[in-house]
């Protein structure tokens, strides 16, 4: 699957399943832990936590970015 947009402006990082600014991670981190995310309609899969790690997140350099 590919997604797009616009270019974002200022440096990306890359954090377990997100990719943004530093201030937009640590928000997302945030909301996710509490829950606040809304579910795939039909998809009734239990949550899935945070990786329990404490690394931050990795600037990405450019480029295609393969897990």
């Known amino acids: 699957m590919l997604f797009g947009g616009a270019p974002m402006e200022g440096p990306r990082y890359i954090w ?6 530093l201030e937009r991670i640590e928000a997302a981190k945030e909301e996710w832990a509490k829950g606040r995310f809304d579910t795939m309609p039909g998809n009734e899969a239990e949550f899935i936590p945070l990786p329990e790690r404490n690394d931050a997140p990795q600037r990405a350099t450019g480029g295609v970015f393969y897990p």
């Open 16 to 21: 377990w399943n997100s990719v943004s600014s």
